[in-house]
């Protein structure tokens, strides 16, 4: 297993391993590199469905969270989900087909104990474009003024699902903005184009620390587009980054799961309850998932 890096600041590609192959010292190899970088790209992967799954236990605590959009469940399984526009023989759609640029996100996050790893499988890359785009909210990565952390340290934030999300819990839920690691390796922002509102903070101070907040994670310089090649197996922290689908042409086919991340590896947001989510409720993110084949314009969907 070889590591190199993607990026200045995050992310690392992986040569040489067949995740198929994950044996205990393995699994403890790549949860401590995931753990302090974010980001793992596993090149020339041959993974079927079952074996998607599976790899996505091992790596996680053996729990997975099912996708929040029915539509896009595998047949064989609903712990995988279909980010395609491809077809079946008789014309229905795989799964959700979205080609837009998206939100930028953390999956799941609309969960009061969210599945916070994810992996994405590359079958089909696309002809141009759609890029997955991934940024840290690492606080010692950004270079954030003291005070800024401090002021955020003691704050909560909210989200909600998307009115297209059919699999989860319609209320709105509310989480630490600050995460810290159980292994030193850092904090990390859990604020995304998502969030709500800050708990106890006006709507109008709120928004400006959102967007001072996304200013910091945001910028060029801490962004790593991955372009995905065939067989591409990327395993993220959405603890830890922010992620976005960039717009593309043509046909593509990714495949998902949401991992439940071991807690003494990884910082996980235990969240609460905070209200039910009223029917006109914005829309959120999450991976790749939306309404594909259908009218609805929906945005918030790596
Ligand atoms: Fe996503």
Redesign the pocket.
Known sequence: MRFNNLHPRFGREVTGFDVRALDAEAVHVIRTELARCGVLVFRDQVLDDDALERASRQLGDGRLEEPARTWSHAPSTRFVSYLTGFRDESGKPLGVADNHTDYW?S?QEFRCDPATL?SLYCLVPPTRGGATSFATTAVHRLSLPAELVERVRPLWSTRRPAPTHDNVDHVEVSHPVLLTSPRGDGEFLYVSENTERFIGVSDEAGDVLKAQLLHHCLSDRNVYAHEWRMGDFVVYDNAQVL?RRETFEGMRWLKGTKIFAPLEYFAVPAGEVVGVESPAGRDT????LAASGTAIEERG??
């Open positions: 996100h999956d994810a992620h993110g999450e991976t790749e969907n790596v």
